[in-house]
């Protein structure tokens, strides 16, 4: 008789455990290319408060070039003024990065993501989209109206190198 209650004990907890077991979870749903696109659109991009720009950020910020800049290989950075002053939202094939501008020593206008590791570095003549998680450049050789003029000028009129350069006396 006792082996019975035992034995029908243990079947009664092992139904009432099974009843009470979390049922296992369903794999997320894979979105469609296009559906994850207008999904990533429509979600805000968080501006950490705490990130305050001075005025010489704030003077970067009004030389940026912005809109749609072409790249290499196909590809176009989309470069656009954010509601908050100084900072931009950069996007480009299924990235989309809130950037404000970080002073460079080497003259480069440099615009950061820190909470995601991307960066924009615009120079006269090309711009490039880089992810610093990534290692890797997103987009290369991305140039507007402008740096495309400067690029032909430094080919027609190449500055000296400074490995070229006379030593300073």
């Not at 019975?4 to 004990?9: D, E, G, P, R, W």
């Not at 009843?19 to 968080?46: F, H, N, R």
């Not at 809130?98 to 590791?117: N, Y």
């Not at 120079?123 to 490039?128: D, E, I, P, Y």
Request: aromatic share 4%; glycine share 4%.
């Amino acid at each position: 008789m006792k082996i019975l209650l035992i034995s029908f004990a243990i079947l009664l907890s092992n139904n009432l455990w099974a009843q009470t077991a979390p049922a296992a979870k369903k794999p997320a749903a894979k979105l469609a290319p296009s559906a994850q696109k207008a999904v990533e659109e429509v979600t805000p991009i968080d501006d950490d408060p705490s990130i305050k720009l001075d005025e010489t950020d704030l003077a970067i910020a009004k030389i940026v070039h912005t809109g749609e800049i072409k790249c290499e290989l196909g590809t176009s950075v989309t470069v656009t003024p954010s509601k908050r002053e100084g900072f931009f939202v950069v996007t480009t094939k299924g990235y989309r990065f809130s950037m404000h501008p970080v002073q460079s020593r080497t003259g480069a206008i440099r615009l950061e993501d820190p909470k995601r590791g991307a960066l924009w570095l615009q120079l006269a003549n090309k711009s490039m989209l880089m992810s610093q998680k990534l290692g890797k450049r997103l987009a290369d050789e991305c140039a507007n109206p402008d740096q495309v003029r400067t690029a032909e000028q430094l080919k027609l009129n190449p500055q000296i190198s400074v490995l070229d350069a006379p030593a300073p006396k």
